[in-house]
């Protein structure tokens, strides 16, 4: 009998964000004034490996990436394992330094601009992921169109990111993917080819437009009517999207989820950063205990709420309990 599998393993995207808070976002060739600035986290493995830490996982966390050999690299092997997380897999390269990231948060808004520098993360490539020894239950991989080496066709006419996917499950694991906004050339059959490799696949109104070739307004209904799409075009068990309405969920050989966003104060949002990778991190947790589709989106929402409260990705994360006590406070709209 096969032991039974736990944990998450989170691969792709390790980046140092420089986070500056600005009082506007301005035009092309005029002057902002920046408040404050901090190194945080970034990339979709690193915000979410520590977000579950945040949430208090019950399982082990690990992470698989590349980081270069300097003092950026050195503080996030340091931030993950001062968090219990697996770094045996986060290799580093002298032939680029980490990568970062200049985050741009409007200080009222909370809303975004990244000026992303690609670094390490540029020379990831399936030889680096081995899933022959881990006994992890999921993997998440983030994110598609932000790895050069993982994001190009091979002579098959399938990609190297489909490869590590169809790798890991094989291997046993569960896995899910999720985009950047990007609207880089290729992106929808980049995207398109994981798919098939993908069980679970996250995104948002951006994203998904993208990938079905027409602008989506965000509304519950075109979230909904773009998840049961995107789910037809390979999906192995759920599309989850969100936007700032809410979060969808569509689910192979089942029904629609739909959950409307917490209804939050006007100033209850200090930065927007990292709140995508929080919703992730929320489902992945339900997901893992074998929670029920409702459940999931419930600490997702919750999870995603819970980044608000802070301008970087994951100092405002909480545990669980609290995180879900978020719906209590401030019931959906």
């Given at each position: 009998?096969?032991?039974?599998?736990?944990?998450?393993?989170?691969?792709?995207?390790?980046?140092?964000?420089?986070?500056?808070?600005?009082?506007?976002?301005?035009?092309?060739?005029?002057?902002?004034?920046?408040?404050?600035?901090?190194?945080?986290?970034?990339?979709?493995?690193?915000?979410?490996?520590?977000?579950?830490?945040?949430?208090?996982?019950?399982?082990?966390?690990?992470?698989?990436?590349?980081?270069?050999?300097?003092?950026?690299?050195r503080w996030i092997r340091e931030d993950l394992a001062a968090r219990g997380i697996d770094t045996g897999q986060l290799h580093v390269t002298n032939e680029a330094a980490t990568s970062y990231t200049d985050v741009f948060s409007v200080e009222s808004t909370g809303r975004r601009t990244f000026f992303h520098q690609p670094g390490a993360n540029a020379l990831l490539e399936p030889a680096h992921f081995d899933f022959s020894s881990s006994a992890a239950k999921l993997f998440h991989y983030a994110y598609l169109m932000l790895l050069d080496r993982l994001d190009r066709f091979d002579g098959a006419g399938s990609t190297a990111a489909a490869s590590v996917l169809a790798r890991a499950r094989a291997a046993g694991l569960v896995t899910s993917v999720d985009m950047v906004s990007a609207g880089r050339a290729g992106f929808r059959e980049l995207v398109l080819a994981a798919l098939p490799q993908a069980d679970h696949l996250f995104g948002n109104e951006i994203e998904a437009g993208l990938?079905?070739?027409?602008p989506l307004?965000?509304?519950?209904?075109?979230?909904?009517?773009?998840?049961?799409?995107?789910?037809?075009?390979?999906?192995?068990?759920?599309?989850?999207?969100?936007?700032?309405?809410?979060?969808?969920?569509?689910?192979?050989?089942?029904?629609?989820?739909?959950?409307?966003?917490?209804?939050l104060p006007a100033d209850f949002s200090k930065g927007a950063t990292g709140a995508g990778d929080a919703f992730a991190a929320g489902y992945l947790h339900g997901l893992h205990e074998g929670w029920p589709m409702e459940r999931r989106l419930q600490l997702a929402t919750c999870a995603a709420a819970a980044c608000l409260r802070h301008p970087s990705p994951s100092a405002g994360i909480l545990p669980v309990a609290d995180c879900l006590a978020l719906e209590s406070r401030f019931p959906s709209a």
């Open positions: 009998m096969k032991p039974q599998r736990s944990g998450l393993l989170a691969g792709g995207n390790f980046i140092v964000d420089q986070l500056k808070l600005v009082d506007h976002y301005p035009e092309q060739d005029r002057l902002a004034f920046v408040s404050s600035q901090s190194r945080t986290n970034g990339g979709g493995p690193y915000n979410v490996l520590k977000d579950l830490a945040a949430m208090g996982a019950p399982f082990p966390l690990a992470a698989i990436g590349m980081v270069g050999d300097d003092e950026n690299g990938l079905l070739d027409q307004d965000g509304s519950l209904p075109d979230l909904a009517e773009a998840a049961a799409r995107l789910l037809d075009l390979g999906v192995n068990d759920a599309v989850v999207l969100h936007s700032p309405a809410g979060a969808v969920a569509a689910v192979k050989g089942g029904t629609s989820h739909v959950l409307p966003s917490l209804k």
